[in-house]
């Protein structure tokens, strides 16, 4: 019983920012890695970015030096800061946590519904 939801997407001009956030709730011991995925259409699914519990992180060639990943481990939220923002970056952009539920459990990956984002003209 663990839901994330995402939120902050919408439309924006070439070169703007938007700001996408992800709250996750439920039984939730320890919350592992933090990711952000998206799917453009007519294209597979790839990882953005990823941040530890520890803080490391790790971003997709094409968003480097552009987006900015970040967590707040006391209230279980992803974000994902997105400056100077590209047509090609159109997608909807899904959080993605793995999750532990208690000491003794397995992490397990939960994934959002997902948030659309539209950069264009």
């Known amino acids: 019983q663990v839901q994330l939801v995402e939120s902050g997407g919408g439309l924006v001009q070439p070169a703007g920012s938007l700001r996408l956030s992800c709250a996750a709730s439920?039984?939730?011991?320890?919350?592992?890695?933090m990711d952000w995925y998206r799917q453009a259409p007519g294209k597979e699914r790839e990882l953005v970015a990823a941040?530890?519990?520890?803080?490391?992180?790790n971003y997709a060639d094409s968003v480097k030096g552009r987006f900015t990943i970040s967590r707040d481990n006391a209230k279980n939220t992803v974000y994902l800061q997105m400056d100077s923002l590209k047509p090609e970056d159109t997608a909807v952009y899904y959080c993605?946590?793995?999750?532990?539920?208690?000491?003794?459990?397995?992490?397990?990956?939960?994934w959002g519904k997902g948030t659309l984002v539209t950069v264009s003209s």
């Open positions: 941040i530890t519990r520890g803080g490391s992180t």
């Open positions: 993605k946590h793995s999750v532990q539920s208690s000491w003794s459990s397995s992490t397990r990956e939960y």
């Open positions: 439920g039984s939730i011991f320890r919350i592992h890695s």
